[in-house]
């Protein structure tokens, strides 16, 4: 190589890696060996973290305390003393593990009114199964339960829960499962066929965890494949049927993400995104290198005449989980460029987040962030944490736990903060220091924050759920903005008064726990957990 060309080489080098120091957002490892690769991952009120795999895949790396084994019904004389789901202190950064008995594997979840998580199918003796955790304080000693009087009306593996105005949970679909049920049970009704599954599965099915998302008008907007209803879940009966959208299927197997934005103003109006996917056929000729979508489509689904508004993310990415911020703004994160979902069936991983921003004009939605170093694959996770930061974990491509391999078991748990979290944004950051604990539907209350600069304008107050994050989807994620007034200045100084009023009714936001922030010039709070109750 000549001097010349060496000199060229070093040149591009630098200025590469000068532009991904400046690309915004920054990375962080919380734990370096959680003992477990979380398939499905949930938040709870207490700050703490559910994480959870698939149940029968042999030993993980985190023992069972007071050596307590499980028996593996797939393989009966093996005993399993270690833990396949663990909790998370968001505080201590410490990992406990938790006792899980039938097989959790490509399961659903939901969180209760209560602020229980309820849990639901899997493979094997998991099937049928409905389990619960009840969440309590970092340094309490609570744990999965069984339910043994109750188990669900048909099998279910792949679903999609979903949390419904009165607090009840739909269950929908799954492998083979083309009906719907809820929980509690309704005895009345038991698992009703659902017929819209069977329209639009292919022969690599395409129609397993369908993406879900509550209407403010009490419906349910179900996507499946390349197609789209709303649903009636009173009536069982289609009311709307959405146009195509163009560019191949979206769900599982061919792994898309999709999320509903923010829903503000009269809460009239909802608009659903997905993006991503893989190309038809990747999955059934187990296709590695076949290059994933980079389209996503974005509908107005409460309109009268909707139609999907086409646009192309800056790289194609399979298996991407899309998280939505307390500011609004969307972050896409995790996957793979290549591929399709299923084990060793991907390549090329996708190491930058995406920032998507609904706000701005098609052709400037998208924004690269910083990169990681961690390849977030099959079975990977992303959700929303109370500071604001987004919680990466998981990404386990095979069938069994595998740590020499291209692309190993990841047992490592990052957090990624988005650029409202730099340094330089730490005087316009807001501190909520009061807030009701308990707040009813309609109701005008109070919110009191600090912050170091004068307030400029309105300050958003923003409730965001915690979802239950599972194979690039998050069920029953949702951000509802407050109508609020403009911040009243107290004891002359850094102290504000926000009179703000809360969602009307479950149809915008069901009863339970949310975090709720309060955000300043684009920049979150720390949340605080609140209780919607009817």
Not at 75 to 102: F, G, Y
Not at 159 to 169: E, K, V, Y
Not at 363 to 392: C, K, W
Not at 447 to 459: C, H, N, R, S, W
Request: charged share 15%.
């Amino acid at each position: 190589m000549t001097t010349a060309k060496l000199l060229l080489l070093v040149l591009f080098c630098y200025v590469t890696r000068a532009a991904v120091a400046d690309l915004p957002g920054a990375w962080e490892l919380l734990i370096p060996d959680a003992g477990i690769a979380s398939m499905h991952t949930a938040v709870t009120r207490f700050n703490t973290v559910v994480l959870l795999d698939r149940t029968h895949i042999g030993p993980s790396r985190k023992l069972l305390p007071g050596n307590l084994c499980q028996v593996n019904p797939a393989d009966p004389p093996t005993k399993d003393c270690t833990a396949h789901s663990v909790l998370l202190d968001l505080q201590t950064n410490t990992i406990r593990p938790l006792s899980i008995v039938t097989d959790t594997w490509c399961s659903s979840g939901q969180f209760l009114p209560d602020g229980s998580l309820i849990q639901t199918g899997g493979d094997l003796d998991g099937f049928k199964k409905i389990r619960k955790f009840t969440p309590c304080e970092p340094g309490s000693l609570c744990d999965w339960e069984e339910l043994q009087e109750t188990e669900l009306y048909q099998g279910r593996w792949y679903a999609t829960n979903q949390i419904l105005p009165d607090g009840s949970i739909i269950i929908i679909g799954g492998k083979s499962s083309n009906t719907v049920e809820f929980y509690p049970p309704k005895t009345e009704i038991g698992a009703a066929n659902f017929p819209f599954l069977i329209e639009v599965r292919d022969n690599q099915m395409d129609n397993l965890y369908p993406y879900v998302h509550l209407l403010p008008n009490g419906e349910l907007f179900i996507f499946a494949n390349n197609k789209a209803i709303s649903y009636d879940y009173n009536s069982n009966s289609v009311t709307k049927n959405y146009p195509i959208l163009e560019g191949g299927p979206r769900n599982y197997p061919s792994a898309g993400s999709s999320a509903m934005l923010a829903l503000t103003g009269d809460y009239s109006s909802a608009t659903v995104v997905i993006c991503g996917g893989a190309e038809y056929g990747a999955y059934l000729q187990r296709k590695t290198d076949s290059p994933a979508r980079g389209s996503c489509g974005r509908i107005e689904a409460t309109r009268p005449d909707p139609v999907w508004e086409m646009e192309d993310m800056p790289f194609g990415r399979i298996m991407g989980d899309m998280v939505i911020l307390p500011t609004g703004d969307v972050l896409i994160v995790n996957g793979a460029q290549a591929g399709t979902q299923g084990f060793e069936l991907a390549s090329e991983p996708c190491l930058y987040p995406v920032l998507y921003r609904p706000d701005q004009p098609v052709g400037l939605r998208f924004m690269t962030l910083n990169p990681g170093s961690v390849p977030r694959m099959y079975h990977s996770t992303a959700n929303l944490l109370p500071d604001g930061r987004v919680l990466i974990a998981g990404s386990n491509p095979h069938i069994f736990y595998n740590f020499n391999s291209e692309f190993p078991t990841e047992l490592r748990i990052e957090a990624f903060s988005p650029e409202y979290l730099a340094a330089d944004k730490a005087n316009i950051r807001p501190t909520l220091v009061e807030l009701p604990e308990r707040i009813g539907y309609g109701e005008v209350f109070e919110a009191v924050m600090t912050v170091e600069l004068p307030v400029v304008g309105i300050v958003d107050v923003n409730f965001a759920s915690a979802p239950f994050a599972t194979h690039s989807f998050s069920q029953g994620q949702r951000l509802v903005k407050l109508l609020v007034e403009t911040p009243a200045a107290m004891d002359g100084g850094r102290r504000y008064s926000i009179k703000c009023t809360a969602p009307p009714s479950g149809k915008v936001a069901p009863p339970g726990y949310y975090m709720v922030f309060a955000v300043n010039l684009g920049v979150p709070s720390v949340a605080k957990w609140v209780q919607l109750v009817a």
